[in-house]
T-cell receptor, first 114, second 111 residues
Framework: SQQGEEDPQALSIQEGENATMNCSYK?????LQWYRQNSGRGLVHLIL?????REKHSGRLRVTLDTSKKSSSLLITASRAADTASYFC??????????????FGKGTKLSVIP | AAGVIQSPRHLIKEKRETATLKCYPI?????VYWYQQGPGQDPQFLIS???????DKGSIPDRFSAQQFSDYHSELNMSSLELGDSALYFC??????????FGPGTRLTVL
C-alpha cells in the first residue's frame, strides 16, 4: 500500500489563482513534510508540520494536517509562473537510530499559466 | 550556504557493469540518506547512515551497498546493473533527526 497518495495528480491554473494539493497517508507519523521538485532536479524542502500541529504558514504556503483523517493539504496563494513544479508530500517515520526515512507520495504536477 | 554535493551528475553504464555514486553532505551534518526516483515516480528511500553507521534500510536491492566514511561523505555502490536501475539517485543530509536537504541528484542511465 502506498503512503502519501496525492490529489490531484496534475493541476493547471492561471497566475494569481490559488493552488490546493491534497495528500493522504496510511500509517501513523511523526511529521509530514512537503517538497517541491522542478523537472528532473533536486527536491527542495518547503515546510514541515508535526503530528500535534493542525496548521502552519510559511510565506504564501499554508499547510494543514488532519491526523484523524490521515490527510494534509498544501495551499499556495497568489500563484506565480515560477511555482510551476511537482509537489510531493512525505511522511516521516523515525527509526530510533538517529535518522528517519521519508515516504513520498506520487506528487502533484502544478502548471501555473502566465 | 553550502549544499549537498553529488557526483557524478550524469552516468551512463552498460548492463552488468558497476557504478559508484558519491555524496558530500552539508558541513556538520551527521546523517546521510539515499533515495531512488524512477522516471515519473516518487522518490523511494534506499538506505541511511548516522554517524557512519547504517541507521535504516529501505527498498535497496542486494546488488547495492553503501557506506559513510570518516569525513561523513557517502558512496552508493551498484553492481550487476540492470535496465530498471536507470533513475535519478538523490542523496540528502541532515543533522540528527532534522530536516533532510537534498542534493541535485545523479542521473544514471543503464543501456
Amino acid at each position: 500500500s502506498q503512503q502519501g497518495e496525492e490529489d490531484p495528480q496534475a493541476l493547471s491554473i492561471q497566475e494569481g489563482e490559488n493552488a490546493t494539493m491534497n495528500c493522504s497517508y496510511k500509517t501513523s507519523i511523526n511529521n509530514l513534510q512537503w517538497y517541491r521538485q522542478n523537472s528532473g532536479r533536486g527536491l527542495v524542502h518547503l515546510i514541515l508540520i508535526r503530528s500535534n500541529e493542525r496548521e502552519k504558514h510559511s510565506g504564501r504556503l499554508r499547510v494543514t494536517l488532519d491526523t484523524s483523517k490521515k490527510s494534509s493539504s498544501l495551499l499556495i496563494t497568489a500563484s506565480r509562473a515560477a511555482d510551476t513544479a511537482s509537489y510531493f508530500c512525505a511522511t516521516a517515520s523515525y527509526s530510533g537510530a538517529g535518522s528517519y526515512q521519508l515516504t513520498f507520495g506520487k506528487g502533484t504536477k502544478l502548471s501555473v499559466i502566465p | 550556504a553550502a549544499g549537498v554535493i553529488q557526483s557524478p551528475r550524469h552516468l551512463i553504464k552498460e548492463k552488468r557493469e558497476t557504478a559508484t555514486l558519491k555524496c558530500y553532505p552539508i558541513p556538520r551534518h551527521d546523517t546521510v540518506y539515499w533515495y531512488q526516483q524512477g522516471p515519473g515516480q516518487d522518490p523511494q528511500f534506499l538506505i541511511s547512515f548516522y554517524e557512519k553507521m547504517q541507521s535504516d534500510k529501505g527498498s535497496i536491492p542486494d546488488r547495492f551497498s553503501a557506506q559513510q566514511f570518516s569525513d561523513y561523505h557517502s558512496e552508493l555502490n551498484m553492481s550487476s546493473l540492470e535496465l530498471g536501475d536507470s533513475a535519478l539517485y538523490f542523496c540528502a543530509s541532515s543533522l540528527k533527526g532534522g530536516t533532510q536537504y537534498f542534493g541535485p541528484g545523479t542521473r544514471l542511465t543503464v543501456l
